[in-house]
């Protein structure tokens, strides 16, 4: 039975990723600058980041009042709903400054801390996906008309095509890099797109067998990790743990596993 709160935060979810979607895609000037960074001179900010966060807040706040929220570009309110929303308006921001497609809105509603609802809308694919917990993942888009989503069946993990990310320190992404030259000859290759949100959607799709990354925020997977889980895949962290900035690892049912072993042993979740 469909929970009319989670139907309507859906909605809302939808909405707000739309019309900030539209936002970036059609406001971009072209003249767009770097307006702040954050980690390192390359970890940057766009004006159009901050817009689409306002856009976005504004708009829940506007409908339910007494919500939180946790943004990348600094929204932090602690709500009284117990419903708290975590916003990552522009996942893939130096893709954007560069024209680059692969760049999305990602929203996921909590509720009393666990993740209920995730939209992420890419809009240069014109795909948006979304997931209610327990209820399945779901993409509109690319496919004719509304599709299901279900990760891929399992390969050997040799077979395996997994993406990653690095971060903006350079000693950071240099260990990152050092540990993917190791896992490269025992994978049928590794992707780098840009987006975790992206990334951990495309796991959802089948368009990918894996997934992991190192240095990610809550609101840089907090709604695709739902649409992965809903699909189907496996998700969390080092080995027995929950996805974090630690580790974040995704995959099918039958890589999961072995890439997460991989990982731990390989050092992936620290510096």
Same mark, same amino acid.
């Given at each position: 039975?469909?929970?009319?709160?989670?139907?309507?935060?859906?909605?809302?979810?939808?909405?707000?990723?739309?019309?900030?979607?539209?936002?970036?895609?059609?406001?971009?000037?072209?003249?767009?600058?770097?307006?702040?960074?954050?980690?390192?001179? +390359?970890?940057?900010?766009?004006?159009?980041?901050?817009?689409?966060?306002?856009?976005?807040?504004?708009?829940?706040?506007?409908?339910?009042?007494?919500?939180?929220?946790?943004?990348?570009?600094?929204?932090?309110?602690?709500?009284?709903?117990? +419903?708290?929303?975590?916003?990552?308006?522009?996942?893939?921001?130096?893709?954007?400054?560069?024209?680059?497609?692969?760049?999305?809105?990602?929203?996921?509603?909590?509720?009393?801390?666990?993740?209920?609802?995730?939209?992420?809308?890419?809009?240069?694919?014109?795909?948006?996906?979304?997931?209610?917990?327990?209820?399945?993942?779901?993409?509109?888009?690319?496919?004719?008309?509304?599709?299901?989503?279900?990760?891929?069946?399992?390969?050997?993990?040799?077979?395996?095509?997994?993406?990653?990310?690095?971060?903006?320190?350079?000693?950071?992404?240099?260990?990152?890099?050092?540990?993917?030259?190791?896992?490269?000859?025992l994978l049928r290759d590794i992707r780098r797109g840009g987006s975790a949100a992206v990334?951990?959607?495309?796991?959802?799709?089948?368009?990918?067998?894996?997934?992991?990354?190192?240095?990610?925020?809550?609101?840089?997977?907090?709604?695709?990790?739902?649409?992965?889980?809903?699909?189907?895949?496996?998700?969390?962290?080092?080995?027995?743990?929950?996805?974090?900035?630690?580790?974040?690892?995704?995959?099918?049912?039958?890589?999961?596993?072995?890439?997460?072993?991989?990982?731990?042993?390989?050092?992936?979740?620290?510096?």
């Amino acid at each position: 039975m469909t929970d009319p709160l989670h139907t309507e935060l859906l909605a809302l979810a939808q909405d707000a990723a739309r019309r900030a979607g539209e936002l970036l895609r059609d406001g971009r000037p072209a003249d767009l600058a770097v307006a702040a960074t954050k980690s390192s001179p +390359i970890d940057v900010v766009t004006e159009m980041d901050i817009a689409a966060e306002k856009l976005i807040t504004d708009l829940i706040a506007d409908r339910r009042p007494g919500d939180g929220f946790l943004g990348e570009e600094g929204a932090s309110i602690e709500g009284t709903s117990g +419903i708290r929303w975590v916003i990552d308006p522009l996942d893939g921001t130096v893709n954007y400054l560069y024209g680059l497609p692969t760049w999305a809105v990602s929203i996921a509603a909590e509720q009393d801390g666990e993740t209920v609802v995730g939209v992420v809308a890419a809009p240069m694919r014109g795909e948006t996906y979304r997931a209610v917990r327990g209820g399945g993942a779901w993409a509109t888009g690319a496919w004719d008309g509304e599709r299901r989503l279900s990760c891929r069946p399992a390969p050997p993990l040799d077979q395996a095509l997994v993406s990653t990310g690095f971060n903006y320190v350079s000693e950071v992404r240099a260990h990152q890099a050092a540990v993917a030259a190791r896992m490269i000859p025992l994978l049928r290759d590794i992707r780098r797109g840009g987006s975790a949100a992206v990334d951990l959607c495309d796991v959802a799709a089948g368009r990918l067998d894996g997934y992991y990354e190192r240095g990610l925020n809550a609101w840089d997977y907090g709604a695709g990790d739902l649409i992965a889980r809903e699909a189907g895949a496996l998700t969390g962290g080092r080995p027995g743990d929950r996805p974090s900035p630690a580790l974040t690892v995704a995959g099918t049912p039958g890589v999961f596993e072995p890439l997460q072993r991989l990982l731990e042993d390989l050092g992936a979740w620290h510096d």
